[in-house]
């Protein structure tokens, strides 16, 4: 089957972009690793589908597999490029449009300045919410917010690491460092995202507070490993700095693949907020292999 692409990317998190808003592709996990394969395929942290309005008041809906094919719910980088792919395919004339996720109705909004703004929704913090099983533990208050120990046999040379939980739609460890340069994300990354207490798996991200203002951010994603920029992951990182006490309600977050800027007011009634760059790379079309 051939099918056409588009290729973007947001602060460089990159990702193949589909349209089925006319027909459904009807594409296996298989396939979807295929496309996301850089040796074989055309290479992406994530591939995202651009579906038609599912319900009334809805402009869109947005569907997001990893690089490993899973479907998951929330894609923060993948939302700014979605919001610049139907607007520059004529999709749609509107500045603002609201989009259904798996894990609920996201609003991206392009700005005067091209880079696209996103209400990511409000974070959540109880551990239901990602889930995350915190049976036995104690967590460390700091601020309004909580620290909680994570252990495993796979990070032991590194144990007590303590992490803020917080979903976006998908679920967030974050940790403090001194040094994102010097973090042992290849080494601790993968035995967070996979740690039995995240029974949904988990993101796994490594913050450097530089002032209230300024935070550096590695992210080691859930299904993609290290990407060079993780838009849920700046938001849930920023949210748990706010309320462990550390942050500003405005913060600007270097990523290596670019800067996002991340607000929000501290108030876990409102949404966080989204700011970044949204770019075409390239587009073209691929024969997708009969999966098994």
């Not at 460089?12 to 349209?19: E, H, I, T």
């Not at 719910?73 to 999709?91: I, M, P, S, T, W």
Request: proline letters at 7%; a negative charge.
């Amino acid at each position: 089957m051939q099918i056409r692409f588009t290729k973007m990317q947001g602060a460089g998190n990159d990702f193949v972009v589909l349209d089925e808003t006319q027909h459904r592709l009807g594409l296996t996990p298989a396939q979807y690793r295929f496309l996301a394969d850089r040796h074989f395929g055309v290479g992406a942290d994530q591939i995202l589908t651009v579906r038609p309005s599912p319900a009334e008041g809805l402009d869109f809906e947005y569907v997001i597999h990893n690089a490993d094919g899973g479907e998951v719910e929330q894609c923060g980088n993948g939302a700014r490029c979605f919001a610049r792919y139907v607007r520059d395919k004529g999709l749609t004339a509107k500045d603002t449009i609201r989009v259904q996720t798996l894990a609920g109705v996201i609003a991206p909004r392009l700005t005067d300045d091209g880079r696209v703004t996103v209400d990511m929704g409000r974070p959540r913090f109880a551990p239901e919410d990602l889930p995350f099983d915190a049976s036995g533990l104690e967590p460390v208050a700091q601020g309004s917010g909580q620290k909680w120990p994570l252990a495993a046999d796979s990070i032991e040379e590194f144990a007590p690491i303590f992490v803020a939980i917080v979903s976006m739609g998908n679920p967030h460890a974050v940790q403090l460092v001194d040094d994102v340069d010097t973090a042992p994300v290849a080494r601790t990354g993968p035995a967070i995202e996979g740690h039995p207490r995240f029974p949904q798996r988990v993101n796994a991200g490594y913050l450097q507070v530089v002032d209230r203002t300024h935070v550096r951010l590695r992210v080691y994603e859930r299904g993609a490993g290290e990407t060079l920029a993780c838009g849920t992951g700046a938001c849930a990182a920023v949210a748990a700095g706010i309320r462990l006490g550390l942050l500003d309600a405005r913060v600007d977050v270097q990523t290596r693949g670019g800067l996002l800027t991340i607000a929000w007011s501290g108030d876990p009634a409102d949404p966080v907020f989204m700011t970044g760059p949204a770019t075409t790379v390239f587009e073209g079309q691929i024969d997708i292999p009969d999966a098994p």
